[in-house]
């Protein structure tokens, strides 16, 4: 298991690429929010990403959302992110976290608003690619948002994407630039929020293409915890 000496040094690192990242851009640090993407890790992994200095965390499964909110309820400092594929029967269990980043379902959106004491934060997912299963296609957007507005307790506050596995460095670029550029359309067009502003895009892998490109939420995983390990801790 991963500790918090481990964390902490390949924070560091991240930290450093990030910093590099955003100069190169002409862009602040601050500017760009850091997920620690836990799903998999265990609650003593979580923790040990707190002391190391993280604190936004982000959970792919409600079945492993539950009981990891309820080992860490005593840890106030985490903000709890959804990032995973959403069933509507399922959202009345994200009524804590802080954002759902992959919002794909106006059901969904109904029962978000539903379970929610004030507005939920969402971002809604973009299909950028012909083969990934889960957003919204960029042509389905605008009229997608335009009806989310209508939704009571929903605010809208951007856009999310997973680009394909497959994907070679020009193409990452190019469906991270299109995301910027959809935000900035529709928030031309709709009558959104100024909280309608958050790009969350690039992993581990891809999160400098993603910043040069206007990424306000990046969501790293592998390069801070190591390999995801496929034996579930809250089924054990
Ligand atoms: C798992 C996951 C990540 C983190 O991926 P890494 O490549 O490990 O950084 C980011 N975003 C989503 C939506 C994920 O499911």
């Not at 918090?4 to 690192?13: G, N, P, T």
């Not at 957003?135 to 809208?156: A, Q, R, T």
């Not at 999310?160 to 910027?180: C, W």
């Not at 935000?183 to 293409?209: I, N, Q």
Request: aromatic letters at 6%; one cysteine or more.
């Amino acid at each position: 298991m991963e500790s918090e000496k481990v964390i902490k040094d390949r924070l560091y690192a991240v930290e450093e690429r990030i910093t590099l990242a955003c100069q190169k851009c002409g862009r602040q640090r601050c500017e760009v929010n850091l997920l620690a993407v836990t799903k998999t890790m265990p609650p003593a992994v979580c923790r040990a990403a707190l002391s190391a200095g993280l604190s936004a965390f982000g959970e792919s499964y409600v079945q492993e959302l539950r009981p990891k909110m309820a080992a860490l309820a005593d840890e106030k400092a985490i903000s709890w992110h959804f990032i995973g594929n959403l069933q509507s029967n399922k959202a009345k269990y994200l009524e804590n976290c802080a954002l759902i980043h992959s919002l794909d379902s106006l059901e969904t959106a109904k029962e978000l608003g539903r379970h929610a004491k004030e507005a939920k934060k969402v971002l809604v997912e973009v299909n950028c690619g012909e083969v990934q299963k889960g957003g919204v296609p960029p042509k389905e957007l605008h009229d997608f948002i335009s009806k989310l507005l209508d939704y009571p307790n929903i605010e809208v506050c951007g856009l999310m994407t997973v680009p394909p596995l497959a994907a070679t460095e020009s193409e990452l670029s190019g469906y991270f630039s299109a995301l910027a550029k959809m935000r900035d359309e529709l928030a031309a067009k709709l009558p959104l929020k100024a909280s309608f502003k958050e790009l969350s895009m690039g992993m581990s892998a891809d999160f400098e293409l993603a910043i040069a490109a206007g990424a306000t939420w990046i969501r790293l995983g592998s390069i801070l915890f190591g390999q995801r390990n496929a034996a579930r801790w809250w089924q054990q």
